[in-house]
T-cell receptor, first 114, second 109 residues
Framework: SQTIHQWPATLVQPVGSPLSLECTVE??????LYWYRQAAGRGLQLLFYSVGIGQISSEVPQNLSASRPQDRQFILSSKKLLLSDSGFYLC?????????????FGPGTRLTVL | QQPVQSPQAVILREGEDAVINCSSSKALYSVHWYRQKHGEAPVFLMILLKGGEQKGHEKISASFNEKKQQSSLYLTASQLSYSGTYFC??????????FGPGTRLSVLP
């Protein structure tokens, strides 16, 4: 069966510090991968998605970036965090082929920027 | 373009029923429903792929009206465990999957 991992689970960082969040998927090959951000009490904002190694699409301009160095690894980064970067970061995956594919979420990383 | 969900929030007593609607301005070919409990990741509930399709799991069911470009989620005889935020996600022709803004459901004893 497929499993998706995210770490760390929680993170407190000062403004201006760098960020690296990691997501890995097990039990599947060539998944689509997604990074979402959710502000407190708000909806799911799609940040990035990837259909393959090295292929990243950005949905929202911001000071975040994403990379996919391996098939089942997705990394979210920032060089300098802003207060507005605080939120709940969720990684998700779905099967690459066809439509009607369900997205499955990892447990999330709760980021607080102070 | 994000689908519209209604209501934004609903408060129920245990045993009461609720309906959450999801509509789009675009022609849809799939609707997905998720529930997110406070502090947790969203969990997949069900997917509807065909117009007119209805699905159900225990006391939670959903319908998809392709012509009206909308879906409804039905919660029957609600339980405390149903509390959370419900998101629909839609796939439409020419647009990637997108989530709605969510409907916050609170079930009180």
């Amino acid at each position: 069966s497929q499993t998706i991992h995210q770490w760390p689970a929680t993170l407190v960082q000062p403004v201006g510090s760098p960020l690296s969040l990691e997501c890995t998927v097990e039990g599947t090959s060539n998944p689509n991968l997604y990074w979402y951000r959710q502000a407190a009490g708000r909806g799911l904002q799609l940040l990035f998605y990837s259909v393959g190694i090295g292929q990243i699409s950005s949905e929202v301009p911001q000071n975040l970036s994403a990379s996919r160095p391996q098939d089942r690894q997705f990394i979210l980064s920032s060089k300098k965090l802003l207060l507005s970067d605080s939120g709940f970061y969720l990684c998700a995956w779905d099967m690459a082929a066809g439509s009607g594919n369900t997205q499955y979420f990892g447990p999330g990383t709760r980021l607080t920027v102070l | 373009q994000q689908p519209v969900q209604s209501p934004q929030a609903v408060i129920l007593r245990e045993g009461e029923d609720a309906v959450i609607n999801c509509s789009s301005s675009k022609a849809l070919y799939s609707v997905h429903w998720y529930r997110q409990k406070h502090g947790e990741a969203p969990v997949f509930l069900m997917i509807l792929l065909k117009g007119g399709e209805q699905k159900g799991h225990e006391k939670i069911s959903a319908s998809f009206n392709e012509k009206k470009q909308q879906s409804s989620l039905y919660l029957t005889a609600s339980q405390l465990s149903y509390s959370g935020t419900y998101f629909c996600g839609t796939e439409s022709y020419g647009q990637n999957f997108v989530f709605g803004p969510g409907t916050r459901l609170s079930v009180l004893p």
